[in-house]
């Protein structure tokens, strides 16, 4: 069950609501009356509906406020939490350090989630809040979708805020977005030079998936990932943009066999795409390059890859 426990907020109530539509969780909310009770009514009604958990979203502050204060204390009292977590933005800097010692002074913290880590702050503020609050940081937000949270792990934080990449992260979003059956028979056809146009539209849709590409290059190791992020990330999806657009815009005969693809061909996919013939010429271009660094790939066994890592 989840709990509206914060009526000062525009829409919080009902964002709220929304978020429990969306993830099929009851909502307990009443604006006329006030938080504590709000909040033992519910636990109440908790309990006898017979819910494992109840999480209650309180009301927050840029700035310490003693009236917010003495509100948390008295929800504490009706309902002692086993769990307090204070949601912190990661892009507000130090002043986030003011915040995390208020809270802690007049209510009990057991962790902290930091938001807003798919930005440019590479987590100074984590560091900077684990070590004057002594509370440890339990999650973290890298967006505003539903999936966009993990559980922290500080060698994956510090590789992140050394530029070191984070392999695990991408490993495992990489698992959450690609289908391993599909991703499989696509790397034997690879290996085999069977790859095809239809494969590759298949494979920019399941990147896709994983997130931003921003954040995704950022989760790259090395010098592959210093030259990604030399790239402007809006380039690449606007590029991933036209090339779906010109592939769905081919037949499936002309995705399989690209060797079809004569001049009259690519004015048609081009006036079907919106795009210009020479975008046709230039993506059947980097696919035969793809091709030819998939066969160069089946001759040495797949020795020749370790490059592209060092």
Do not use: C
Request: cysteine-free; overall charge neutral.
């Amino acid at each position: 069950m989840l709990v509206a426990g914060d009526p000062y907020r525009p829409a919080a109530v009902t964002q709220l609501q929304q978020l429990g539509d969306r993830i099929d969780v009851p909502v307990e909310a009443d604006l006329n009356v006030k938080p504590p009770e709000l909040v033992r009514r519910a636990f109440d009604k908790a309990e006898k509906g017979g819910y494992g958990i109840m999480i209650v979203d309180t009301a927050g502050r840029s700035q310490l406020d003693a009236e917010l204060m003495n509100e948390l204390k008295a929800i504490v009292e009706k309902v002692p939490p086993v769990e307090t977590m204070l949601v912190v933005d990661s892009m507000i800097g130090q002043e986030a350090l003011n915040i995390a010692q208020g809270f802690r002074d007049n209510v009990s913290i057991t962790g902290l989630m930091m938001t807003k880590m798919d930005g440019d702050s590479r987590g100074g503020a984590a560091i900077s809040i684990r070590s004057v609050t002594g509370v440890p940081i339990k999650f973290l937000g890298t967006g505003e979708k539903l999936d966009a949270l993990e559980v922290f792990d500080p060698a994956r934080m510090s590789s992140r805020i050394l530029g070191m990449g984070d392999m695990i992260g991408l490993i495992e979003k990489a698992e959450a977005a690609f289908d391993e059956q599909m991703s499989q028979q696509t790397a034997d056809r690879m290996m085999k030079g069977q790859f095809t146009l239809e494969d590759w539209l298949d494979q920019m849709k399941q990147m896709k998936k994983m997130g931003p590409l921003a954040q995704i290059m950022d989760m790259l190791p090395g010098q592959l990932g210093q030259a990604a992020r030399q790239v402007d990330p809006k380039e690449i999806e606007k590029t991933f943009k036209e090339s779906e657009a010109i592939i769905n815009s081919m037949t499936r005969h002309e995705r399989r066999n690209p060797d079809i693809l004569n001049a009259s061909r690519r004015r048609r996919i081009a006036a079907g795409s919106g795009m210009e013939v020479q975008a046709v010429n230039r993506l059947v271009k980097q696919f035969r390059e793809t091709q030819k660094l998939m066969k160069m790939m089946q001759k040495t066994d797949g020795k020749g890859l370790g490059k592209l890592f060092r």
